[in-house]
C-alpha cells in the first residue's frame, strides 16, 4: 500500500538564497520558529564533486515523532514501543546542489517506525524557465511525500497465526489487515499536509531574516547563539 502526496510552490527569492535557507533551516528557533519539532541537525558528509561542481551533502535530523498520536492507539505497544505520540525520530536527509544549472534536489526519510510507516519526501528546486520570471528572481519547488506502510503484511501473518493457534487480537478485531495499513497511510497524509504548510512558512521566515540582515547578519546571530549555549 502507498499513498502519494504532491505540492508545488514559488518563493519569491533568487535560487542561492532559497538554497542557503533550506541549509539554515533548522539551525535555530529564533531564526525558524516552525522547527521546534526539530531537536538536533547533524551533518555526516558535505563535498563538491570535482568533476559536477555540485555539492553533495547527507545530514541527519532528529525530529520530534512524526507518527500521528492516532495510530499509537490504533496499534498495540508491542508495535509502537508503548506510550503516547511523543516520541523522537531520526530522518536522513541527502541533497544535491548544482548552482550553474540552477537546481537543488533533497530527499528526507525516517529511520525509525519504519516497520509502522516509510515516509519519503523528495524535492526539487528550480530557476523558473521563463526569462520574466528569472528576472524576477523566483524559484520553483515541487514536494512529493510517499507514504507506504507495511504494517498490513505484518498483520497479516500475526493473523494468520492467531487463527492456527485459535485466538484473535483484540485490536484487529472488525478490523482487516489492509485497512489498518491504509488508515495509518491517510492519517499520516493528513498531518503532513499541514507540516508542508509549517514548512513553507518556516522556509519564508528565513527567507525573510535573510532579506532583512543580510546573510553575513544571519550567520553573526547563528554564531552568537552557538557560543552562549557553550
Known sequence: MVLTHSTT??????????????????SSPRLNPFASHVLSTDTISSYVDPDTQRLHTTRIHLKKSRLPGAVYKLLPSSVTGGGSGDKASYVLETSVVDIREGWMHSESRNLNFTGVLSVIERQQFNIPTDVERVSAHETDVTTSVMFRSRIGEKLRGKLGQAQCDGWLPGFASGWGAKRIG????????????????????????????IRNTGVIGVLETLRRERQLRG
Open 182 to 209: 491504509h488508515t495509518i497511510e491517510s492519517l499520516a497524509s493528513n498531518k503532513t499536509q499541514v507540516q508542508l504548510g509549517k514548512s513553507r512558512d518556516g522556509m519564508r521566515h528565513v527567507l525573510e531574516r
Open 9 to 26: 510552490h514559488t518563493y519569491s527569492h533568487p535560487f542561492p538564497t532559497v538554497t542557503l535557507a533550506y541549509f539554515l533551516r533548522y
